[in-house]
């Protein structure tokens, strides 16, 4: 494998950067209880996780127009609420549930790991969260990143290759001066297929503590094993 | 005038928050220097940026599709060679000037006085120069953004108004809590009447040591002398 010489490192968030996991379900815990509601809260914040890949699918497959995060968040909310019978979260919880996408709790090692990165590259999310989630969320998590590039911009979501091309695009550099750093294999995957360079950094615990990471993808450049170690190998 | 309660905050960046005309000026000097050429370089840099405005409005009025501001700065950079005989300068110098619109100093007042601002608010660029461009200004700089917007992103340049409605867009906020922060009143006038808030900076010397400052731009919201006096106001 060929030494890695990026610019420019293009993030995953949701997974790779933040446990989604941990706040949803103290977000859900916390408006769920102020409703009178019991339920199983982690169970809950993974079948509203669950829906994420199949809704934005219908998206990148044009069978339904792009719309913002937010608004396919609020709809998978409302599948949940149904399956879970959580129907007494009024309007005003159910928004706030939506905006608790935008202050998610980071890895312990991803502020250290980003800001040691960033001595060296330019560093930016390039995630399925919008600009205006991706950037409150990098502020109240502490995320030191240099600019905000999203799906949204694309107006589609990953792992369509219109998306990978807005770093090279934006920042007129040749594809192979992109690092894609991401836990989830297809995305380093269709990253690899649009010509970027692309770093696997597991994180079993993603979906709670009994997970497990999948193998790291065929053909990726970097594995390590959270963003500290990312930054000494780079 | 109303009170200020603006959660995101979009400055206006050449000029405003960079003293673009000491730092094109040392790129030509030095540029040229290593040419053989000599000439008065200020005044080489005031001509270049001169022409900065004809060329954009060009692009605002649809007389010709959006290029980069790159592409338009080598295009004036070409008029000004020929008009100051400055042929000597080869491909790789002209290059290198233009990339030189990528690396500007800061005002004193601008790193400490958004570094106070963004305490409580969410800072972002809302410049004509590009994603690129912007993000490596203020990685060079040391400006202290949340994320970076630029005129590309809607295809035109300001004061096309919809530059302005850029902001509130991705926030998904009211137009009125958003302040534009400018040293241009053509700037902040364009915000006014997309519904943003407005706060004028002078800066007497963007045209150099003689130069004088504009007369605030009637409406305006706030008026401040510097970015840490701007600070305070907030």
Not at 49 to 76: C, I, K, N, T, W
Not at 110 to 129: C, D, F, K, M
Not at 150 to 176: C, I, N, Q
Request: charged share 20%.
């Amino acid at each position: 494998m060929a030494a890695v010489d990026a610019e420019i490192i293009a993030f995953d968030v949701f997974g790779t950067l933040v446990d989604w996991r941990s706040s949803i379900a103290a977000a859900l815990a916390g408006v769920g209880g102020r409703a009178g509601l019991e339920a199983d809260w982690p169970a809950v914040a993974d079948a509203w996780r669950s829906r994420y890949q199949p809704a934005l699918a219908r998206v990148v497959r044009g069978e339904r127009p792009f719309q913002s995060l937010d608004v396919l968040h609020a709809e998978m909310l409302e599948e949940v609420i149904a399956e879970h019978r959580l129907q007494a979260l009024g309007n005003t919880e159910r928004r706030e549930l939506v905006r608790s996408w935008h202050r998610l709790a980071p890895w312990p090692d991803a502020v250290p790991g980003l800001t040691a990165l960033r001595a060296r590259h330019i560093l930016t999310p390039l995630s399925n969260g919008g600009i205006g989630l991706l950037t409150r969320l990098a502020k109240t998590a502490g995320l030191p990143f240099d600019c905000v590039l999203s799906a949204e911009l694309a107006g589609t979501y990953k792992p369509d290759p219109r998306v990978y091309a807005l770093v090279p695009a934006y920042f007129e550099v040749p594809a192979g001066r992109v690092l894609m750093v991401a836990c989830h294999p297809a995305d380093l995957q269709a990253a690899q297929r649009a010509g970027l360079r692309t770093a696997f950094v597991p994180r079993p615990r993603e979906w709670g503590p009994a997970g497990a990471a999948p193998p790291p993808p065929a053909g990726v450049d970097l594995v390590a094993g959270d963003m500290t170690a990312l930054a000494a190998q780079l």
